[in-house]
């Protein structure tokens, strides 16, 4: 057997290189190393599960009222709680009246007086206007009463303007239902001192309801008003509702990144409760009819890829796909497969493109023999 002799220089990478090579040749008597098929699992492509995408939302009322007094005051009682349901112009709470009835009776009073300055006012003018018909008096002084009844009908007017504005503080201290609905909620109790137009009830008016949801950012661009959708019910499993989107909000909430979304629903009456949980799906037109789970796809340079086993052979190529949103366990394949396709579900990082495999089910079983 020849020996080999390296110098001080020969570098280090070839040292490993002819080592490697002589141990090999000394394993296997100079014989290349055959390398042995390696077994994989392979399936066919199965329907895109990520068709259709969902999302959460709640029963809300078409119609919903924050409630609140129009005037500061002290809350003295609370007529009805969360759930109750109430009719057009009931009343829910009561402020303290004692000092908007004062100021009702002050301008009642103020009323009264410019009522009477009027009056007298008025009675000059008529007796000044005889006694300058009668040039007993001059037509400046005529002038000057028919000025100061004009000014004591304006302090009237005014004084009744007042009265008016009186009468209406003193009755806004009584929060009134504006339509039929049911109290969703309630931020203030008895004692509390509310100021004006601090919201104190939530009314969710009787009529239609409708589903609320979040539309996160990435899925924005595929929902627009009067798009057709599918509701369920979590407490009605199984039971599904055609339905529309009504309206997207063009602005993002600034918390949560999500866009407010509402949809109507075609259901029997008395199907949709308010508060109950729902289920919006929407069909995603992206994705394709078949998917593959997850492990199958591969990241490249180039985008995304699966090992394809061909049977015949028993060689896989690694070819380039085109994927839809992921799924919790598989992804649709928008483009790059077909029906017929034997893909490798598992392992494939661990494979090269070309490699021989041995492509067997789940039940470990051979393909295609």
Same mark, same amino acid.
């Given at each position: 057997?020849?020996?080999?002799?390296?110098?001080?220089?020969?570098?280090?990478?070839?040292?490993?290189?002819?080592?490697?090579?002589?141990?090999?040749?000394?394993?296997?008597?100079?014989?290349?190393?055959?390398?042995?098929?390696?077994?994989?699992?392979?399936?066919?492509?199965?329907?895109?599960?990520?068709?259709?995408?969902?999302?959460?939302?709640?029963?809300?009322?078409?119609?919903?009222?924050? !409630?609140?007094?129009?005037? =500061? &005051?002290?809350?003295?009682? $609370?007529?009805?709680?969360? +759930?109750?349901? *109430? @009719? #057009? /112009? %009931?009343?829910?709470?009561?402020?303290?009246?004692?000092?908007?009835?004062?100021?009702?009776?002050?301008?009642?009073?103020?009323?009264?007086?410019?009522?009477?300055?009027?009056?007298?006012?008025?009675?000059?003018?008529?007796?000044?206007?005889?006694?300058?018909?009668?040039?007993?008096?001059?037509?400046?002084?005529?002038?000057?009463?028919?000025?100061?009844?004009?000014?004591?009908?304006?302090?009237?007017?005014?004084?009744?303007?007042?009265?008016?504005?009186?009468?209406?503080?003193?009755?806004?201290?009584? !929060?009134?239902?504006?339509? =039929? &609905?049911?109290?969703?909620? $309630?931020?203030?109790?008895? +004692?509390?001192? *509310? @100021? #004006? /137009? %601090?919201?104190?009830?939530?009314?969710?008016?009787?009529?239609?309801?409708?589903?609320?949801?979040?539309?996160?950012?990435?899925?924005?661009?595929?929902?627009?008003?009067?798009?057709?959708?599918?509701?369920?019910?979590?407490?009605?499993?199984?039971?599904?509702?055609?339905?529309?989107?009504?309206?997207?909000?063009?602005?993002?909430?600034?918390?949560?990144?999500?866009?407010?979304?509402?949809?109507?629903?075609?259901?029997?009456?008395?199907?949709?409760?308010?508060?109950?949980?729902?289920?919006?799906?929407?069909?995603?037109?992206?994705?394709? &009819?078949?998917?593959?789970?997850?492990?199958?796809?591969?990241?490249?340079?180039?985008?995304?890829?699966?090992?394809?086993?061909?049977?015949?052979?028993?060689?896989?190529?690694?070819?380039?796909?085109?994927?839809?949103?992921?799924?919790?366990?598989?992804?649709?394949?928008?483009?790059?497969?077909?029906?017929?396709?034997?893909?490798?579900?598992?392992?494939?990082?661990?494979?090269?493109?070309?490699?021989?495999?041995?492509?067997?089910?789940?039940?470990?079983?051979?393909?295609?023999?």
């Amino acid at each position: 057997m020849r020996s080999r002799i390296f110098s001080a220089s020969t570098p280090v990478p070839a040292l490993l290189a002819a080592a490697l090579a002589l141990s090999l040749a000394a394993c296997g008597d100079g014989k290349p190393v055959v390398e042995a098929p390696r077994p994989v699992l392979v399936a066919q492509p199965s329907g895109a599960i990520n068709a259709v995408s969902a999302y959460a939302g709640e029963v809300r009322a078409r119609e919903e009222s924050p !409630l609140s007094f129009r005037v =500061a &005051g002290k809350l003295i009682e $609370r007529k009805v709680d969360v +759930g109750a349901h *109430v @009719a #057009a /112009g %009931q009343v829910l709470a009561v402020l303290d009246p004692g000092d908007l009835d004062a100021q009702a009776r002050a301008a009642q009073a103020q009323y009264a007086a410019a009522e009477a300055e009027y009056a007298r006012a008025r009675a000059d003018q008529v007796r000044f206007a005889q006694l300058s018909k009668d040039q007993l008096v001059s037509r400046s002084a005529q002038d000057a009463q028919d000025a100061a009844a004009k000014a004591a009908q304006g302090q009237l007017n005014s004084a009744r303007a007042n009265l008016e504005v009186a009468k209406n503080q003193s009755a806004y201290t009584q !929060l009134r239902a504006p339509s =039929a &609905g049911v109290i969703a909620s $309630r931020n203030a109790e008895a +004692g509390q001192v *509310v @100021a #004006a /137009g %601090q919201q104190v009830f939530a009314l969710a008016a009787d009529g239609a309801r409708e589903i609320a949801f979040a539309v996160p950012e990435g899925a924005i661009a595929t929902f627009k008003p009067g798009q057709e959708v599918l509701i369920e019910l979590w407490s009605q499993a199984g039971k599904r509702w055609p339905g529309r989107v009504r309206e997207v909000s063009p602005a993002a909430d600034p918390a949560s990144r999500t866009y407010a979304a509402r949809v109507t629903v075609d259901a029997p009456d008395g199907t949709l409760e308010l508060g109950q949980s729902a289920r919006i799906y929407q069909a995603d037109a992206a994705a394709s &009819g078949l998917s593959v789970p997850l492990a199958a796809v591969q990241r490249t340079g180039n985008g995304t890829a699966v090992f394809v086993a061909d049977i015949g052979s028993g060689i896989v190529k690694l070819k380039p796909v085109v994927v839809g949103p992921y799924g919790q366990e598989r992804v649709p394949v928008v483009k790059g497969l077909s029906a017929n396709d034997w893909v490798v579900t598992a392992g494939g990082h661990l494979l090269r493109d070309g490699q021989k495999v041995v492509a067997v089910d789940r039940d470990n079983h051979p393909v295609g023999k």
